[in-house]
C-alpha cells in the first residue's frame, strides 16, 4: 500500500516535497515512481527510480528541476519540485512495479505499475 503526501499551493517559482510512504517489508525489490494527471489530460510519466543501480528516468518536462529519490529505511520514495510552473499543476500518484532481475529497466508506462497510492494535489499559482 502507497500513500503520497506534500501536496498543497505554491507559487510559480515555488519547491515543493512530496512523499510516497510504503507499507510492507520489501520496498527495496520495487522500482518507484510519480505519475501526474492534470485535470482533462491523461496520467503522465514524471520520473522513476529503482534501488540498485539507481538511474533516475525523468520526462523531458521535469528533468533539472524534479529529482526522486528514496529511503528504503523509511520505505519513503520523494520527489523534491523545484522551479514550479502553473502547467506543473495536477494530481501526483506514486506508483510502484517488482523488480524482477537485476536487468530490470525503467518504465514511463502507466501500465507497468502495479500499486498505485491515492494521489495529492499540487497547485501552481502564477
Known amino acids: 500500500q502507497l500513500q503520497a503526501s506534500g501536496g498543497g499551493l505554491v507559487q510559480a517559482g515555488g519547491s515543493l516535497r512530496l512523499s510516497c510512504t510504503a507499507s510492507g517489508r520489501t520496498f527495496n525489490r520495487y522500482a518507484l515512481a510519480w505519475f501526474r494527471q492534470a485535470p482533462g489530460k491523461e496520467r503522465e510519466f514524471v520520473a522513476a527510480?529503482?534501488?540498485?543501480?539507481?538511474?533516475?528516468l525523468y520526462a523531458d518536462s521535469v528533468k533539472g528541476r524534479f529529482t526522486i529519490s528514496r529511503d528504503n529505511a523509511k520505505n519513503t520514495a520523494y520527489l523534491q519540485m523545484n522551479s514550479l510552473q502553473p502547467e506543473d499543476t495536477a494530481v501526483y500518484y506514486c506508483a510502484a512495479a517488482r523488480v524482477t532481475s537485476v536487468y530490470y529497466t525503467l518504465t514511463a508506462d502507466v501500465t507497468d505499475y502495479k500499486y498505485w497510492g491515492q494521489g495529492t494535489q499540487v497547485t501552481v499559482s502564477s
Open positions: 527510480d529503482k534501488r540498485n543501480p539507481s538511474r533516475p
